[in-house]
Nanobody, 121 residues
Framework: QVQLVESGGGLVQPGGSLKLSCAAS????????MGWYRQAPGKERELVAA???????NYADSVKGRFTISRDNAKNTVYLQMNSLKPEDTAVYYC???????????????WGQGTQVTVSS
């Protein structure tokens, strides 16, 4: 069984910074991609940033230049460094991992339980 453990959420003032982390553990697998999604009240869940095992990155337009995604493949951990935070960044942030378990022919999408990020003065 694979689990995604998130940490780093909290309350921060506008212009502040926060770093999220997400570690995938529990089984042997290969990582196709890991990333972060967020869902604000009344809105659909949206992709914030993603990174493949090879290091290719993708960012939502709204966070380009402010957020940086990185990963430690040895730890199966993905990070999201969030700088210059705005109130509009307030949301529940969900870690996502696209994994292929050992000896499996399929990719599986796994989700963390979410961590609240609140940007408010």
């Amino acid at each position: 069984q694979v689990q995604l453990v998130e940490s780093g959420g909290g309350l921060v003032q506008p212009g502040g910074s926060l770093k999220l982390s997400c570690a995938a553990s529990g089984s042997i697998f290969s990582v196709n991609a890991m990333g972060w999604y967020r869902q604000a009240p009344g809105k659909e869940r949206e992709l914030v940033a993603a990174i493949t095992s090879g290091g290719s990155k993708n960012y939502a337009d709204s966070v380009k230049g402010r957020f940086t995604i990185s990963r430690d493949n040895a730890k199966n951990t993905v990070y999201l460094q969030m700088n210059s935070l705005k109130p509009e960044d307030t949301a529940v942030y969900y870690c996502n991992a696209d994994l292929t378990p050992l000896h499996s022919d399929y990719q599986y999408g796994y989700w963390g339980q979410g961590t609240q990020v609140t940007v408010s003065s």
